[in-house]
């Protein structure tokens, strides 16, 4: 259990390092999981967030969802544009 926990601790726990994080970030973590705790639904991701989208919510939240998802394709999409890149510039070496 993670109760007695400092939240720099937890955050190396999980394999991240709260120095590049950095104080701010460590502190909008401490503020959504007060504001998740404090709403009484719990923790969602991405995944469960879709699912409450498609059976709970109008077409204008709909739409703002599906335009974070293809945010996050295209994020994705350019990291491996990268990587793949990277990899090709290894193998001429």
């Known amino acids: 259990m993670k109760a007695n926990k400092g939240l720099r601790e937890i955050v190396v726990e999980l394999g991240l390092d709260p120095d590049m994080l950095g ?45 974070q998802v293809i945010a996050y394709k295209d994020q994705e999409i350019e990291f491996l544009k990268k990587i793949a890149s990277l990899n090709h510039e290894e193998a001429d070496s």
């Open 23 to 67: 104080e701010i970030r460590i502190a909008g973590i401490r503020t959504m999981v007060r504001n998740a705790v404090r709403s009484g639904k719990g923790f969602r991701d991405l995944h469960t967030y879709g699912q409450y989208c498609s059976i709970h919510a109008n077409p204008e939240v709909k739409v703002k969802y599906l335009e």
